[in-house]
């Protein structure tokens, strides 16, 4: 999977060859390079890297990520040529607006309820998928008027978890 970058300002293109625990990815033409990277806790991963350890924080915003690493601050944006964006897709601060899972994986934490009110960048629901725990998030302020799953469910790439309104 190839995937643009642009951290602290600097675009640069990423290709993921394989996915954690064992990654491996190529950055722009460099060679190849691995890591171990494993979940110490939600939003804090531990990666070996060239015979180094590290530990990276990951707080993930609405307009991308944000990662810690030996006090070194990253702010990143992903963008996946592949992917749908909303900000193309008309999607504005208006209507029904859902969230929905990026790829198959398990729902490990609900975090809200119907009737909830929710502010833009907080926490709906918890999927693990391929090892990792992703926080999906609400990208604006609302009322949940519905979550679709429960903890436990296995969901699919697209599947709509939560609607805010």
Known sequence: MKLSLITNGAERSIEILAPAPACRFRLADEP?????????????YSI???GRSYDARVEQRPDGLVVVIDGYRFEIEVHDPRRWSRKSGGSGAEGVQSIAAPMP??????LVAPGDTVEAGQGLVVVEAMKMQNE????????????????GATVTAGEVLATIG
């Open 105 to 110: 994986g398990k729902v490990v934490r609900v």
């Open 48 to 50: 070996l890297m060239d």
């Open 136 to 151: 999906m998030k609400a990208s604006r302020a609302g009322r949940v008027l519905a979550v679709a799953v429960k903890e």
């Open 32 to 44: 190849e390079r691995s890591a171990n990277v494993e979940v110490a806790e939600p939003g804090v």
